[in-house]
């Protein structure tokens, strides 16, 4: 089993993840600029950028603020890989548009090593719940697990102090949720409550269950917007209305503006609900007036509709996470691309580097099939109201 510098941040969080990305893929030991054997498995350095001379200088790119501890343990990684090849290591700088620097990474070798120990000879992981899941293709296959088992884990709104004060009063799986509703009530308050006691009758009987009344939501338009976080560039809002996909797409950042103010003028030209999914497009709305100095009308901002509050706040459905892509596959949509939210940003970032139209083709697939799903669940939520 070949494992790379790359797979430190998802077997930090999810190691299950880890071994089944690993083997699922085909990796070769000539890709590598330095291998070595530990644990029965070979590591192996994929490198953004080597620097060689006396000693090795290791650059690595990142999109995110700030660094984190996985972050400390790739660099241990990449230079206990370099250093059992008898090199000496000069420099290994992390870098991205918010920060550059040098890893101080000897500390974290033991934990490593004791991280990497585990992993190469363990065969069956425990499944947990992580932010890595509502992206994970294979959430569904964990989920259906728990299920089985009647665990906790994957039930939505629980989490380390709920599922504490839930032990407390002896409630440790599903079925418990359903037969101790007073106690929970009790402890958590109606509004909560229901939200667990519906969740969990939700997946126990494998059907949508609306715990608080909905009313129907009209026609509108579908928004979802892309961005290169790397540069804080918003460079697509997509648009469907009356099935109709519309890309407002700016080819660079100093476009932006052009096409914000043109998806502004397109929304304020017509009077219908602008529906999106999670806080994320009336957020950048607002970054983006401000950033510009242009104003969006109240009105404008009035008629914005978070379909994920919709579901969160009225339906219990029996999936593992509220993401777009888990609840518009659980009514049966299909993207058509292999594109996530994480990745999109990497595809974005190779069509910079090569202008390949079809990398671009595929953001837009992607996006389209974004708004597509947004539709989908807003009308299944209209036939779940009926």
């Given at each position: ?340 939210g994480m990745t999109v940003i990497d595809y974005y970032r190779e069509y910079i580097a090569t202008k390949d139209k079809e990398i671009l083709r595929e953001i837009l697939k992607y996006n389209e099939d974004d708004v597509r799903a947004t539709k989908f669940i807003v009308e299944h939520l209209n036939n779940i109201a009926q």
């Amino acid at each position: 089993m070949i494992i790379t510098n790359k797979d430190i941040k998802t077997l930090y969080f999810c190691q299950k993840k880890c071994k089944i990305d690993i083997l699922s893929e085909k990796r070769y030991l000539s890709n590598y600029d330095f291998a070595t054997e530990a644990f029965g498995c070979t590591l192996c350095v994929d490198a953004d950028e080597v620097i060689y001379g006396d000693k090795i200088t290791i650059r690595m790119k990142k999109s995110g603020k700030r660094l984190s501890e996985y972050h400390m343990l790739e660099g241990a990684f990449i230079g206990y890989v370099i250093e059992s090849n008898e090199k000496e290591v000069s420099e290994i700088i992390f870098e991205s548009p918010y920060y550059s620097v040098s890893i101080n990474w000897k500390p974290y070798v033991t934990k490593l090593l004791s991280l990497l120990s585990m992993f190469c000879e363990t065969m069956e992981f425990k499944i947990t719940k992580n932010h890595l899941c509502r992206l994970c293709k294979y959430a569904g296959e964990c989920f259906h697990e728990t299920v089985s088992l009647d665990s906790l884990a994957f039930i939505h709104g629980i989490r380390g102090k709920t599922v504490e004060k839930l032990r407390m009063i002896s409630i440790n799986n599903l079925s418990d949720i359903i037969v101790f509703e007073d106690a929970i009530r009790k402890e958590f308050g109606e509004e909560k409550a229901n939200k667990l006691i519906y969740h969990a009758k939700s997946i126990l009987e494998k059907k949508p269950i609306v715990f608080k009344p909905i009313q129907k939501l009209s026609e509108g338009i579908y928004l979802d917007i892309e961005s290169y976080t790397p540069f804080d560039f918003d460079y697509l809002f997509g648009v469907l209305e009356n099935d109709r996909y519309i890309p407002f797409l700016a080819s660079e950042p100093s476009k932006e503006r052009y096409i914000f103010e043109n998806i502004l003028k397109f929304l304020e030209k017509r009077q219908k609900p602008v529906y999106h999914f999670h806080n994320y497009e009336i957020a950048r709305f607002r970054k983006l007036s401000k950033k510009y100095n242009i104003p969006i009308s109240k009105s404008l901002l009035s008629r914005f509709v978070d379909v994920y509050k919709v579901y969160v706040n009225h339906v219990a459905l029996p999936i593992p996470s509220y993401s777009l892509k888990t609840i518009a596959r659980f009514f049966g949509f299909n993207w058509r691309t292999d594109i996530n939210g994480m990745t999109v940003i990497d595809y974005y970032r190779e069509y910079i580097a090569t202008k390949d139209k079809e990398i671009l083709r595929e953001i837009l697939k992607y996006n389209e099939d974004d708004v597509r799903a947004t539709k989908f669940i807003v009308e299944h939520l209209n036939n779940i109201a009926q």
